[in-house]
């Protein structure tokens, strides 16, 4: 259990933003990590749905960002997640006030406290932050955190999206680990959001991240192909490389 004594949720403030960067870009891939613009946008736009976990210290030990749309409920009109955190990040492109759907749009969680359950204890806020603010759901577009890993290890004859992010251990859970304590926190996942992120950086850029970043783990499927050990992959076209990955759409919790 994590003892609620220990760790504050809070929402965000931006004189917190630089602690926020630090996790920020310790969790994720470079050209994946939100920028201080982002994260002073989101505050702005939607103050109330972003939140961070502190230690007693009152060192940012977790960060999750979410945004407050409208969505009808028809899986067919479900807007992507580029689409909903919009092109700059900023969250303000389908932000609606008065929305019914809460979607979680981004988590990061310093390594050294994975195994403390912070997940579980962000749903749990969610859950009656939703309740009274008059929201009907909370769904999230989530990412198999090792699909990239298990891309590598298997190359050619690695699972494809469709059939990973399905796929089970054996003791019947989610093969990959994310998506596993998701399941485990009562997630029910409803469709893949095809294309979910499409950022397209210069060509000489992902170069250099090629030679700097987990540069024994790139690998080529195909001509203008780049593997990079995360769930998505580079595409190049000329002097362009667009970094595009699936994700998996989830409920979380919906009002009863």
Not at 7 to 29: G, H, P, T, Y
Not at 88 to 109: A, H, P, Q, W
Not at 135 to 161: C, Q, V
Request: charged fraction near 25%; include cysteine; aromatic fraction near 14%.
């Amino acid at each position: 259990m994590i003892d609620m004594n220990t760790f504050n949720i809070v929402n965000c403030r931006q004189e917190q933003i630089d602690s926020m960067c630090k996790l920020e870009s310790l969790s994720w891939a470079p050209w994946l990590v939100a920028s201080r613009d982002s994260f002073y946008n989101r505050i702005s736009t939607f103050s109330d749905g972003q939140f961070l976990i502190q230690n007693a210290q009152g060192d940012v030990i977790a960060i999750l960002s979410t945004n407050r749309i409208f969505w009808n409920g028809k899986i067919k009109e479900l807007p992507s997640w580029m689409d909903i955190a919009g092109n700059s990040g900023d969250f303000r492109k389908l932000y609606d006030e008065k929305g019914n759907t809460l979607v979680m749009m981004s988590i990061s969680i310093d390594k050294k406290h994975h195994a403390l359950r912070l997940p579980e204890f962000f749903i749990k806020h969610l859950i009656e932050f939703a309740k009274h603010n008059n929201i009907d759901r909370i769904i999230g577009s989530f990412r198999p955190s090792e699909y990239g890993l298990h891309k590598f290890k298997f190359k050619e004859n690695a699972l494809s999206f469709e059939t990973y992010i399905t796929s089970k251990n054996d003791k019947n859970l989610p093969l990959d680990k994310w998506l596993r304590v998701l399941y485990q926190n009562g997630v029910v996942f409803f469709k893949v959001d095809e294309n979910a992120m499409c950022i397209p950086i210069l060509r000489s850029d992902m170069e250099n991240y090629r030679q700097n970043y987990n540069s024994t783990l790139w690998w080529q499927p195909k001509e203008n192909v780049w593997e990079c050990v995360e769930t998505g992959a580079f595409f190049v076209l000329g002097d362009v490389a667009s970094y595009i990955e699936s994700n998996i759409w989830g409920t979380v919790w919906t009002a009863k």
